[in-house]
C-alpha cells in the first residue's frame, strides 16, 4: 500500500511525457517505460529497505521513521492542503526562473556563437561566472532584492542562464561545418542560413542546456528556500527539521524529487518533439 | 534535341572555363604565417554539357577547385568564368554533391530537397511538386517523410543529388560524392548518373580518386599532378556506350584507358607520398587542416 504510494510520484511524471507524444515519439516512451519497469525493482527494494531497517532497529527511529510513517505524514500534508501550497510555490518559482532564463540565456547564447569577436571577447567573463557556484551568490542576491519571491525567482534564472548559455554557445559553434557550406552555396543570405541551419542544427545542444538548468533550478530554488521563505518544499523542509517533525520533513524530501522528476521529464517531452531527428539512446 | 546535337552543336562553347588559376591559403604555425600554394596555374575548359572527371592524388588541390567553382572562395590570380562572365560568389546556377552527403538531420528528405527550392523562392505547392519529381528520378519515390538518418549511404547520396537538381542548375559540381560507399552501390549510382545527365543534360564537373569511376563517367579526363595541384594532361575518353547492358569495364580499350591515367598518376602519388614524408620531417610549410 504504502510502496504504491511512494511509486505514485514517479508514475504521475511517466503518464505526463505520454500525453504530448506523436504516434513515432510514442513509441520510443513505450520503450522508455519498459525500462521503467525494470528499474522499479531496485526502488522497491529501496522502499523495503526504509521500512524495514528503522523497524528492525537497524537505525534510529527517531531519526529515519519507517517509511510508511513518512507516507502517512504525506497524505495528511496533502489532504490539509498545505503540500499543494507549498509544492504550487516551489514549482512556480522554477519555472518562471527557468523560463526567464530559456528568454534570456538563448538569445544571448545565439547571438555569441554567432558573431565570433563576441564569443572572444565574452569568453573570459562567461568562463569566471560560470565558475561562480550560484548559491555562494545567495547572500548577495538577498542583500539586494531581499527574500521575498524577486530574489528567489532571480537566483534561479541565474543559475539556469549558465548552462543554458554555454550549451547554445556550443551548440552554434560546433554546427557542421559542411551544413553550413552547403547551404551558403546556394547563396542564401547570412540571415537566412542562421535561421534555416545554425538554429536547428544546434537545438539539441540548447535542449541539453535546458535539461541541465531543470536540475539546478530546482537544487538552486530548494536552497534559496531554506535560507529565507515562508512557503515552498525547502522552507517545508527546514521548518520540519526545525520543530522536529521527522515525517514531514522526509515527505517534503520526497515531494522534491517528484517535483525534479516531473520538470526534467516534462523537458524531455518536449525535447522530443522539437529534435525527434534526433536519434540515440541518451535522448 | 537529342543530348549528342546539343553537345556536337555546343563543341565550340566553353561552360566553365578555369584560366591560370592559383589559390593560396595562408597558414598559421604559432607565430609564422607563411603561405600554402593549393592549386597553381590551373586551366581547364567544360563544355555545356560535358561530363568532365578530375582525378588527383589526394591534397592535391581538387576539392579547392570545386570551392574555387562554386564561389565558396576567390582565386588568389587567375579567374574562373562560367558562361564567359567571372563568378562573383555562390549562386543557384550550380549545385554541390558532397562526399559526406552533407544532408540536413532535421529535414526529411522532402524538406531536404526542398531546401534549395526555399532558396529560389518556390511556393509550397511548387516545392513539393519538385521535389517528389526529383525523388522518383533518383530512384527514391516513397521516402519523401525519412529523415536521413533512417536512409543508408546509398540512399542518402541519391537524396543529396536529387537536392542538388531540384533547384535546376545548369552545372552539377561532385566531390568526389560516391567515395564513401561500398563498391556496389557506387557502381549502381554512377549507372545512375550517367543515366540522370543524360536525361537532364546537365555539365557536370566530377572530382574523384578513382581512376575507373574517372573512366567509366568522363567524357574526358583531366589528371592533376601532386600539390601544388596543376592539370597534367586531359584523356579523352571516347568509349560511347555508356547506358548499354554490357560491362564495359572489362573491355579493351576501357583497360587501356584506365591504364594510361594510372601511368600518369602513379608518378604523382608517389610525388605526394615524397612530399609528405618531407613535410612529415618538419621543414616548411605544414599540412594544415
Ligand atoms: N582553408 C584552407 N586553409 C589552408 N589549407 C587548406 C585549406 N583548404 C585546403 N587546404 C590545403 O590545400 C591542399 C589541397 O586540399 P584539397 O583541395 O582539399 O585537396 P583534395 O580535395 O585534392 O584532396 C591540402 O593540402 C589542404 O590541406
Ligand atoms: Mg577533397
Not at chain 1, 172 to 178: A, I, M, S
Not at chain 2, 89 to 105: E, N
Not at chain 2, 142 to 161: C, D, T, W
Not at chain 2, 196 to 224: N, S
Request: with cysteine.
Amino acid at each position: 500500500m504504502s510502496l504504491n504510494k511512494a511509486l505514485a510520484a514517479g508514475g504521475l511524471a511517466g503518464g505526463k511525457a505520454d500525453v504530448g507524444g506523436a504516434a513515432v515519439v510514442g513509441a520510443r516512451i513505450k520503450a522508455a517505460s519498459a525500462k521503467v519497469v525494470r528499474s522499479t525493482a531496485a526502488i522497491a527494494g529501496l522502499a523495503a529497505i526504509w521500512e524495514l531497517a528503522p523497524r528492525l532497529g537497524l537505525v534510529d527511529a527517531t531519526f529515519l521513521p519507517p517509511l510508511s510513517k513518512v507516507i502517512e505524514a504525506w497524505w495528511e500534508l496533502a489532504v490539509s492542503g498545505a503540500l499543494l501550497e507549498h509544492f504550487q510555490a516551489s514549482i512556480m518559482r522554477s519555472v518562471s526562473g527557468l523560463l526567464l532564463a530559456i528568454a534570456f540565456a538563448i538569445p544571448l547564447g545565439l547571438a555569441i556563437g554567432y558573431y565570433k569577436p563576441a564569443a572572444a571577447f565574452l569568453n573570459p567573463l562567461l568562463e569566471l561566472f560560470r565558475n561562480t557556484a550560484a548559491l555562494a551568490l545567495l547572500p548577495v542576491f538577498i542583500l539586494i532584492l531581499g527574500i521575498g519571491e524577486t530574489s528567489k525567482v532571480s537566483i534561479v534564472l541565474y543559475a539556469c542562464s549558465w548552462p543554458i548559455l554555454l550549451s547554445t554557445v556550443n551548440g552554434v559553434r560546433n554546427v557542421d561545418p559542411l551544413l553550413v557550406k552547403s547551404a551558403r552555396s546556394l547563396g542564401i543570405s547570412p540571415f537566412k542560413l542562421f535561421l534555416k541551419v545554425i538554429l536547428p542544427a544546434s537545438l539539441p545542444s540548447v535542449f541539453t542546456g535546458i535539461r541541465l538548468a531543470g536540475a539546478s533550478s530546482i537544487l538552486v530554488l530548494i536552497a534559496a528556500e531554506m535560507v529565507g521563505a515562508k512557503a515552498g518544499l525547502g522552507y517545508l523542509i527546514n521548518y520540519a527539521q526545525y520543530n522536529f517533525q521527522i515525517p514531514e520533513m522526509y515527505a517534503g524530501i520526497l515531494t522534491i524529487s517528484a517535483l525534479g522528476l516531473l520538470i526534467n521529464q516534462g523537458l524531455i517531452a518536449i525535447e522530443r518533439k522539437f529534435s525527434g531527428w534526433k536519434t540515440g539512446p541518451d535522448r | 534535341m537529342s543530348h549528342a546535337e546539343q553537345q556536337s552543336r555546343s563543341l565550340e562553347e566553353v561552360k566553365i572555363s578555369f584560366q591560370d588559376v592559383t589559390k593560396r591559403f595562408r597558414v598559421r604555425e604559432g607565430r609564422t604565417v607563411s603561405e600554402f600554394t593549393a592549386v597553381e596555374g590551373v586551366n581547364l575548359d567544360v563544355r555545356p554539357g560535358e561530363f568532365m572527371a578530375v582525378v588527383g592524388p589526394s591534397g592535391c588541390g581538387k576539392s579547392t577547385l570545386l570551392d574555387l567553382l562554386a564561389g565558396l572562395s576567390e582565386p588568389t590570380s587567375g579567374q574562373i568564368l562560367l558562361d564567359g562572365k567571372p563568378i562573383s560568389g555562390p549562386g543557384l546556377d550550380r549545385g554541390i554533391v558532397f562526399q559526406q552527403y552533407a544532408l540536413f538531420p532535421w529535414r526529411t528528405a522532402q524538406a531536404n530537397i526542398e531546401f534549395g527550392l526555399e532558396a529560389k523562392g518556390y511556393g509550397v505547392k511548387e516545392r513539393r511538386d519538385w521535389a517528389r519529381h526529383y525523388l522518383e528520378l533518383v530512384g527514391l519515390a516513397g521516402f519523401e517523410n525519412r529523415y536521413p538518418h533512417e536512409l543508408s549511404g546509398g540512399m542518402k547520396q541519391r537524396v543529396a543529388i536529387a537536392r542538388s537538381l531540384a533547384f535546376d542548375p545548369e552545372v552539377l559540381l561532385m566531390d568526389e560524392p560516391f567515395a564513401a560507399l561500398d563498391a556496389q552501390t557506387r557502381e549502381s549510382l554512377q549507372a545512375e548518373l550517367l543515366r540522370i545527365w543524360e536525361r537532364t543534360g546537365k555539365t557536370i564537373l566530377f572530382i574523384t580518386h578513382g581512376i575507373d569511376e574517372a573512366v567509366y563517367l568522363g567524357q574526358r579526363v583531366a589528371v592533376m599532378t601532386a600539390r601544388p595541384g596543376r592539370i597534367k594532361r586531359i584523356v579523352d575518353i571516347p568509349i560511347d556506350k555508356r547506358s548499354e547492358e554490357e560491362d564495359i569495364r572489362s573491355g579493351a580499350e576501357f583497360g587501356a584507358l584506365r591504364h594510361e591515367i594510372w601511368s600518369e598518376l602513379r608518378t604523382e602519388v608517389q610525388r605526394s607520398q615524397a612530399l609528405r614524408q618531407e613535410l612529415g620531417s618538419g621543414s616548411g610549410t605544414k599540412k594544415a587542416r
